[in-house]
């Protein structure tokens, strides 16, 4: 039954923004745990109060909106979206309707196998977010610091065709919103919001089925899970020869199910008209180019540059350009590299992510410069410390000291020992000590001197504490092999 049917999703998403202020009056946008503090008469709706529109709103909007391909509406209106809800003092919410500022983006994903897609986005619009209920068992709380704090909300065509597709978009916009700075990009702290419509149809069908609305989607796993959840229950109902009601539904997450908030009968018309008390929202050529100007290379634009550049794996690209300070971190070591920057990447994806987490850091908690990262390399290039060393040894403290490679070395002693006289003086006390082995290497067969060696290789490194130069260690220890 499941291969006659095939899905059909669009997302709408909410997205605040990082204004220092909210989207109609001075008040602070910040996450509080405080309640209330951060209210005056505009957003607490008191009659009489007037908005006035936030510029920085308006340009982290449009910065969006360019980076999602998006055509930009020299003008826009302001309208009252009606509803009755506690957390939404004036009774409407100022949003956007019939004239967004932004319409026809769209944004390339590319999925697990490599293929690329592309999702249209239908439009940007700019509003104001409501404020926060919090429900206990015989009463309900109201904390309006989130009311008036400005979001965007991106809605895509529905081009999405399966839960995975889903999710990708979803990461793909967030990662576009962080890098350039617009908005924080926290599913779970609700700074990013993803409502998901779903319908499914025959396969091949051009025709829509009715849809169902998804809400409370507050991770990727669960838009990937809830729209699987959603389908498989879609294709129930209409191969048993029922009918999709068009509704809302909410994601239990504990259950891992969809269940009825509202059916159509239920929605609620929002009574939309342009807003009387804000001007129509300009947005001039000479701005634009400002903003335009102010957006700098993108997460896809910085991929393809590095891959060319560079000469780094695809895939290690692809991870750089989820994340901005890591991308540039990466860049500026291997400027400072002399051999294969795919050595930097390997250095920074593996090793130094992974001290990271150990220390429960975060990138951009490093205090010393990417240089160090080239430096150390280089220090391995010149065989004054092997890469073992600069591993486990000097990038850990690097990390909890922020000291140059060059003063780690130094400090701790691990420069590598590259001494002929010094490394056979050793060689020769291992032998001493371990006759047996001396004697295998010359009896045994093929296999049996290799391990022979393998076991000389281990003693000197153990007594030089991994400091002494491998290459020449194991030369020398099959030279004095043979000759005693
Ligand atoms: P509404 O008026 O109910 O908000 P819209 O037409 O504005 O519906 O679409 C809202 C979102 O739902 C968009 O992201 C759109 O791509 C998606 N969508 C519309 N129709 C369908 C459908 N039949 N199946 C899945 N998604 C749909
Ligand atoms: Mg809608
Ligand atoms: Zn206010």
Same mark, same amino acid.
């Given at each position: 039954m499941k291969d006659k049917y095939e899905a059909v999703i669009g997302l709408e998403v909410h997205a605040q923004l990082k204004t220092k202020t909210k989207m109609f009056c001075g008040c602070k946008n910040e996450f509080t745990n405080e309640p209330n503090i951060n209210v005056c008469p505009v957003c607490l709706g008191h009659p009489g109060s007037l908005p006035v529109i936030n510029k920085k709103a308006v340009e982290l909007a449009v910065k969006a909106a360019l980076a999602l391909n998006c055509k930009i509406h020299k003008k826009s209106v302001f309208a009252r979206k009606h509803y009755f809800y506690p957390d939404l003092p004036k009774n409407?919410? !100022?949003?956007?309707?019939?004239?967004?500022?932004? #319409? /026809?983006?769209?944004?390339?994903?590319?999925? &697990?196998d490599g293929t690329k897609k592309k999702i249209r986005i239908r439009r940007i619009h700019m509003e104001e977010d409501a404020g926060k209920s919090i429900h206990e068992e015989h009463f309900s709380k109201v904390d309006l610091n989130r009311a008036g704090v400005p979001l965007i909300e991106i809605v895509s065509e529905p081009d999405i065709s399966d839960p995975e597709e889903a999710r990708l978009y979803m990461q793909k916009l967030r990662d576009i919103l962080v890098w350039i700075g617009v908005s924080d990009g926290n599913l779970e702290e609700g700074s990013l919001r993803c409502d998901a419509n779903v319908s499914i149809r025959p396969k091949g069908s051009d025709k829509l089925g009715t849809k169902v609305e998804i809400k409370n989607l507050n991770s990727f796993k669960f838009i990937e899970k809830a729209l699987r959840y959603e389908i498989n229950r879609q294709i129930e109902v209409l191969s048993q020869g029922g009918k999709i009601t068009q509704e809302t539904r909410l994601y239990d997450s504990q259950k891992d199910i969809t269940k009825t908030m509202r059916s159509k009968e239920e929605a609620e018309d929002y009574?939309?008209?342009?807003?009387? /008390?804000?001007?129509?929202?300009?947005?001039?050529? #000479?701005?634009?180019?400002?903003?335009?100007?102010?957006?700098?290379?993108?997460?896809?634009?910085?991929?393809?540059? %590095?891959? &060319?550049?560079?000469?780094? &794996? *695809?895939s290690d690209a692809d991870i750089l350009s989820r994340n901005k300070t890591l991308a540039y971190f990466f860049e500026e070591a291997a400027k400072s590299y002399k051999g294969e920057a795919q050595k930097v990447a390997n250095l920074i994806l593996s090793d130094l992510l992974g001290i990271l987490k150990e220390e429960k850091m975060k990138i951009e908690d490093l205090k010393f410069p990417a240089s160090y990262i080239g430096e150390l390399l280089?220090? %391995?290039?010149?065989?004054? !410390?092997?890469?073992? %060393?600069?591993?486990?040894?000097?990038?850990?403290?690097m990390v909890k000291t922020s000291e140059s490679p060059q003063t780690i070395v130094e400090k701790k002693g691990l420069k590598q020992i590259t001494d002929v006289s010094s490394i056979e003086k050793i060689i020769k006390q291992a032998f001493e000590n371990n006759p047996k082995a001396v004697k295998q290497y010359k009896t045994?067969?093929?296999?049996?001197?290799?391990?022979?060696?393998?076991?000389?290789?281990?003693? %000197?490194?153990?007594?030089?504490?991994?400091?002494?130069? *491998? &290459?020449? #260690?194991?030369e020398l220890i099959i030279k004095l092999l043979n000759e005693v």
């Open positions: 409407y919410q !100022i949003s956007q309707y019939e004239e967004p500022f932004a #319409t /026809d983006g769209y944004l390339i994903i590319e999925k &697990k009574r939309y008209f342009p807003d009387p /008390d804000l001007p129509p929202l300009l947005i001039d050529d #000479t701005w634009l180019e400002e903003i335009k100007a102010s957006l700098g290379e993108l997460p896809d634009e910085f991929k393809e540059r %590095v891959i &060319k550049d560079y000469k780094i &794996k *695809p280089n220090l %391995v290039d010149k065989n004054i !410390i092997s890469l073992k %060393v600069a591993k486990e040894e000097v990038l850990p403290e045994g067969d093929e296999r049996k001197k290799q391990k022979a060696i393998q076991f000389f290789i281990g003693q %000197v490194m153990k007594a030089t504490k991994g400091k002494a130069n *491998p &290459k020449l #260690t194991r």
